[in-house]
């Protein structure tokens, strides 16, 4: 017998598909301090949302043309954050995409009022022991080649937090499996692009920008 109504299922969007309708032509962007996970988690979002995947950094060795470690050593550490900003903003003129960015972009404050203008933020933020357990793994990190790393990533951490907060969503990056991560941020995103913020999960938390 053919179905004359519609199971509530099959009129019920999935969160994915509010989120993708909420955000417009918007982009989602992942900040946070270098091993966070942004470029693990966001790829994985990006499957789930089925939204391309963009990474800053990859963009910036593409366009200069040399790897990230050459850049600073020839050029200079300001020179690749003019590079950085410069294509940051052509990455969200190209949305909605999910990028992620590297651990300095943030801190700039044309970049900021960039992603806060065509993009929803999410700040991955992790924890000291977290961070250098993961970056000891590679050592093209060119602000990490100091005499102590650890105090290195302690002095950023600081510097950093506070304006990484100003991201429009916060989610704990820890050692747990990278779907469960991946989850989370879906949640937060469809409590605060869709209105349910009684789905808010409790280590999710909304800053003013
Ligand atoms: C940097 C982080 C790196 C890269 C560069 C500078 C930073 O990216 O952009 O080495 O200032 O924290 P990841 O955060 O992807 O490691």
């Not at 800053?56 to 300001?78: C, K, Q």
């Not at 995409?97 to 300095?104: D, E, L, Q, R």
């Not at 060119?142 to 950093?160: H, K, M, S």
């Not at 913020?197 to 909304?206: D, G, I, M, V």
């Amino acid at each position: 017998m053919p179905e004359t109504a519609s199971s509530p299922a099959s009129t019920t969007a999935s969160p994915e598909a509010e989120i993708m309708a909420a955000l417009g032509p918007r982009s989602i962007v992942l900040v946070g301090m270098m091993g966070a996970g942004k470029s693990t988690i966001g790829r994985r979002l990006s499957a789930r949302l089925r939204l391309p995947f963009l990474d800053a950094d990859t963009e910036i060795e593409a366009a200069a043309g040399m790897s990230i470690p050459d850049i600073f050593e020839t050029h200079g550490e300001p020179h690749f954050r003019d590079g950085e900003a410069r294509v940051i903003a052509r990455l969200l003129d190209s949305g909605p995409a999910v990028i992620a960015t590297g651990g300095g972009a943030f801190m700039r404050e044309e970049t900021r009022s960039r992603i806060r203008d065509k993009a929803v933020s999410i700040w991955l933020k992790a924890d000291a022991d977290i961070i250098m357990k993961r970056v000891k793994r590679r050592a093209d990190r060119p602000l990490l080649q100091t005499a102590d790393p650890a105090a290195t990533v302690g002095r950023l951490i600081e510097e950093r937090e506070p304006v990484y907060q100003r991201a429009d969503i916060t989610i704990w990056s820890r050692d747990v499996p990278h779907e469960k991560i991946v989850d989370e941020c879906i949640e937060a995103l469809h409590a605060r692009l869709c209105g349910h913020a009684e789905n808010e999960a409790s280590n999710t938390l909304s800053a003013t920008p």
